[in-house]
């Protein structure tokens, strides 16, 4: 048995229990999403903090990526100071040769070896999570958990996911056959075998709010079948993915593969990396999480030089509220979708869609008019807002400057605004920067202004005239931009439905009466898909077996009398 | 159980049968490939004739389709005479129109019942294979037993397996789930519903060679994956994809299916039809087998407007010759893969590298010089094309008479004539448009002759310093042009792996040693993939997943307290 099939085995019941999860969609977790030295050490949480300030103002030396011809960084924490972090930068060309070179015996690997070999280096690098939460807070500005959680347990899961979707899909066909067929008395044979090909490199191009999570699932679905993969960062957001890289390097290595299987793109303002890496030849897949109008422009290039492309750009996110059981239950649980990570989530709800008569709560039989429901829905974020204990956590601070401009722009549109934005104070770190939602009322006589992604704290609330209005609104926005969430709520069985229908014709994955501890911004690796790759706003899944099988060729050798 | 259900169960032998066949690449083939009427119905033959001859010089007015804005036909048999055949032509917003309103109740129903109600279609359809046969003959120019296999057997075959793909990939993930996540000493539930929504409206742009064998893959897995389908006819060669569609028209019509669901579109001079077929909204997926330029033009239009599109444009397939057990027998495989149809077949044989020293016989002992090799081919082709009973079915006529003119154009090139083209007698089609191979000597300092499509019966033999160099040609041109075959002569163990390693590197399917009754030309359905989405000659495979999983999302509904 090869050290890889071990591995395999050694792994066995995890990707057995992740495979039958994935297909049957139920709760599963591998790394479990508590930041708890319980679970993962009583020491890992401060050895965390500590390699965490030990690698402020440092060069980054823990890649295995030799010959850098210039070190670069330019990271702020969004908690106001900046991280003095240099790391490694390589040309595509270099970056490329290197990833053909490790890519060569690595796909010729059999599918479950190389699953072996992944899980075994998800495993490994999964010690520095505690590390990749601090570097995730103080790039992205999330909170400290959600930080934790996002870049550690949920994006190695979604590693896990894809890995053991690759595996699946790649099994589907023997990898040998004897061919025998009858012709009259005689009979023919030929010898065939089928060989798993990767389209080619791939390249994952992060972006600067979940640099692990949204990148992780498109180089472990490449890697699962066969592919070398290379992450390019963001530029002010190299550090969570440069730690993750260095992990999967060092088991690599440990384990006798090219570390050069995962490499680190780092672009400067002088190489801006993306164009140049997808056009050397070489490169097979693209996978790209970011701005729309970069998506199109990488999503035609791919198109002409036979690149397979996925792509998450921007949607527009809905929610329409008709009939509740409580309302307080229903606004507790949206404003806490709006607050989270400051809407800085593409699954994050922009635009709230409310009957002009109110909404009808069951509970207390009332009908709740469209004033009162807006002060409810401000009184509910100013709660949490002002929460000194979940406030701080929950909204984060802000990635780019960017964005709180996009509120001064927002605030500055005449809207009326319902609750207006302003700074949360972050205990630990007077200088963060941070925003709190602002709130504006919208009108369907001028779309324009709500139909375009607001990225972060914005969000509006669009009175419409009935339940059908509203539900033709949302549907009409799905096929106009996109969306990678959707929320009804409706109490009325027949509503409900033709909600569903409408949504998941136009292609989005509608929800519905979410209270308590689910959000609508989240999805939970092994059940939900993240993207339907049905609307604008993109056409990847995680992970369904598009997002994997577009990434190999399986190809038949025949021969004659072998 | 629902009545498709019971068509599921109906056919769950068959389904079960070619799915394993699929899986395990086996020999398998639910429709027998010989024309007789002791498999098909001792009528069968006569009746297809019949059939044949009264539809000449008639409107074709057995399709489902009503209220034609127009009708037109313009086919020619190139045995010599027309077909006087009109057909319905409808504006591509009719076409889909109706397409989007037949889809809606097939998209609800289950993937089994699907493919139970596509497997009674085809059944039903296939009672036409006769009839096929002579619509397919007199269009395309095929041989009768050759088209009675392509059109009839083969294609359904690869229809059949198209929808066993589909389905397996559809089972891949429960249809509900009760997601129950552990929070401390608590849980929280949400109720998950998974709905397969196929991505649009399929178009199938048909080509004028192989009109039902290169279509109905595509159509079978739109259909398979809730997508109704628009076949788009070659203006010359309507008429067998015509009595397809007319004949799974009637078949859904008896099973209370909107007949719809599938459709032929009829281009005319006046309206082309594709580019506006697929720029109509509702569009999701094309299918594309036909020229590389426009080919390409169209995946540029498909990525722009997030449409899936699936090709099969041109390759140049190259052989290499280094040594044989016995040199007839490989001369004369590749003899009749370069008769066969008159090479119009886009996996036929183009460039024979041989190298300079000759060819090593392993039964004789001796080393063949390059002028003995080439002579001695000439002389195979010679045989076949000299052999009444066998030459004229084999050879069959010429499509188009572009590829006449592209006869005379090479012949008119200056490259050495080794066996000039001819014409050959069809006894019974005096006026058959033929021509027997042209075969050139090539230079691999002018390799711009050889390294492109020459569609039609031409083909190159073309010196090689040795084996090595001959394989780097070989390798150089799949990458340069896409291939959708190549085939290596060698009977030393490490030059066939080299040669297989460097050709699957290069993404091109490898076959070694034909010799006997299997030929280059062929793919067999449930063992062969045909096309490996790995060249530049498309990205089409039939079928692996990747053909199928790209036509549908799989979208979430989560309900919080349902």
Known sequence: MSAFAELFDKHRDTIHQATEAWRTRVFYAHWPEVPSGKIYGEEAPATGKTRFEQQLGKPFDRLLQQDAHAWHGEEESPYGFPLGITYPVHSPDVLVARAKRAQRPWMALSPSERAGALVEALEQASAIFFELAHA????????????????????????????????????????????????????????????????????????????????????????????????????????????????????????????????????????????????????????????????????????????????????????????????????????????????QMCTAPQNIFVPARGVIEQSSGRTIGLDEFIARLVQ?????????????????????????????????????????????????????????????????????????????????????????????????????????????????????????????EAGAPPSFNFTGPTWINQSATFSDFHGTAATRAGNATFTDLAFVTGRYSVIGTRCSGC
Request: hydrophobic letters at 45%; glycine letters at 8%.
């Open 380 to 504: 509910a974020i100013d709660a949490l807002v002002g929460n000194e204990k979940m406030g701080p956590g929950t909204l984060g601070a802000i990635q780019s400057p960017a964005t709180v401009e996009r509120i001064a722009r927002a605030r500055a549109t005449g809207a009326p605004i319902l609750r207006d934005s302003g700074p949360i104070v972050q205990p630990e770190y007077p200088n963060a920067r941070t925003a709190t939602p602002l709130l504006l009322q919208g009108d369907v006589r001028n779309r324009a202004l709500y139909e375009q992604e607001w990225f972060g704290p914005i969000a509006f609330v669009i009175p419409v005239a009935s339940f059908e209005h509203g539900l033709e609104e949302m549907v009409g926005s799905v096929r106009r931009n996109g969306a990678l969430s959707t929320l009804v709520y409706t109490t009325d069985a027949t509503l409900h439905q033709s909600a569903e229908e409408a949504l998941l």
């Open 136 to 343: 995730t807070q103080h790039t992205t500005g999330q909170g400290f958990v959600m930080a934790f959680q996002a870049s550690g347990p949920h994006a190695f899961d979604r590693a896990l996911e894809a890995v053991v979707a690759a595996l699946w899909a790649q099994q589907a066909f023997a990898f040998q056959a004897e061919w025998t067929k009858p012709l009259g008395k005689t009979t023919v044979t030929l010898s065939k075998r089928y060989t798993i090909r990767p389209k080619g490199v791939n390249v994952t191009i992060g972006c600067s709010t979940f640099p692990v999570w949204n990148s992780l699932p498109g180089m472990f679905a490449s890697l699962a079948t066969g592919a070398a993969t290379i992450a390019k960062a963001h530029p002010r957001v190299v550090y969570p993915i440069a730690l993750v890289v260095a992990a999967l390097q060092q088991a690599f290595d440990r384990m006798g593969l090219d570390p050069h299987l995962v490499q680190l793109a780092v672009p400067t303002p002088y190489e801006p990396m993306t164009q140049a890496l997808v056009g050397t030849d070489g490169v097979g897949t693209v996978d790209y999480t970011g701005s729309t109008a970069f998506g199109e422009q990488l999503e035609r290039f791919c198109a002409e030089h036979g690149i397979v492309c996925y792509t998450e750009k921007s949607g527009v996110n809905p929610v329409l509220v008709e009939s509740v059981e409580s309302l307080d239950a229903a606004l507790e649980n949206l404003a806490f979708s709006i607050c989270l990570y400051s809407s």
